[in-house]
């Protein structure tokens, strides 16, 4: 978190720094490969058409072609000027760490699945879910069958230290976000609440459009969520790591629970 908030003015996603950061995610998830001794992790790059610089990242935990489990979040900012810089830590900082600390987990654990786990960084969320737009397009464009999508945008704050998880109700699966409900109860035991965004407002929204089943757990209720977002005091003593690692529980029962664990000698 401190590097992509302190190192980058920003990670607008026409700019240098946005494809930097993308450069660096890439980078977080072959080193965690690497350590991990794991031949069946790929890292690419899909481009956001003409307009952005910024790359998303796509990773793929695991070589099955089933259909498979998408976890993601964007990772880009608004652009920054000289003396307003926009460092996006619960927007959406909080959402890509949450997602990187899921994806390193997954790897270093040494587990293999049924299916495939797709971790997703997406660029230009903020240019109106852009990036997400371009990635699901690749993913049908490829024929890389999805399950279910799981969205996480902003995860770290933490309203009156409410420890609530709210789910979003629209642009939504009604019976996937009813499955990550049981699965918050059993594995992170935290209250659970619901709300709406009234529009679509992230890139679970492209998927849905798409016909995939997608969730989306919220920080706070909606209109209750950080009021420093798209300031330059959007920073991480803001933040609540408590509220982050909830996310990041529930990501990994998600991702573990959906995808199916092989057992060792059934690899």
């Known amino acids: 978190m401190n590097y992509l908030t302190t190192i ?19 980078d977080e998830i ?23 610089m910024q790359p998303s990242v796509v990773v793929k935990i695991g070589l099955s072609n089933e ?32 997602v990187l600390n899921i994806a390193e987990t997954l790897i270093a654990s040494n587990l293999s699945f049924k299916k495939p786990i797709y971790i997703v960084f997406y660029s230009a969320e903020e240019e109106g879910l852009i990036g997400s737009g371009f990635v699901v397009q690749d993913f049908l464009a490829q024929n890389i069958p999805v399950d279910a999508v799981l969205q996480l945008d902003m995860t770290g704050f933490s309203a009156q230290n409410d420890q609530t998880i709210y789910f979003i109700q629209d642009h939504v699966n009604k019976p996937l976000t009813q499955y990550l409900g ?31 089943a997608a969730a989306f757990p919220f920080e706070a209720s909606f ?24 996310f990041v529980k529930l990501g990994l029962a998600f991702g573990i629970e959906v995808a199916e664990p092989l057992r060792a000698d059934s690899k």
């Open 8 to 26: 980058f003015r920003d990670r607008y996603a026409n700019s240098s720094r946005g494809v930097k950061a993308a450069e660096w995610l890439k």
């Open 30 to 52: 072959t080193s965690a490969a690497t350590a991990a001794n794991r031949s069946d992790v790929s890292v690419r790059f899909v481009k956001t058409g003409d307009n952005y």
């Open 67 to 98: 259909p498979g489990v998408v976890i993601g979040g964007h990772f880009d900012t608004l652009l920054s000027y000289p003396n307003d810089p926009k460092p996006g830590a619960d927007d959406n900082g909080s959402g890509t760490i949450t």
């Open 182 to 212: 049981r699965l918050l109860t059993h594995y992170v035991k935290k209250p659970i609440g619901t709300t709406q965004c009234g529009y679509a407002c992230s890139d679970h929204a492209s998927w849905d459009d798409a016909g995939i």
């Open 223 to 246: 209109g209750n969520d950080d009021p420093y977002i798209h300031t330059s005091n959007d920073t991480m003593e803001k933040l609540s790591i408590d509220h982050m690692t909830d």
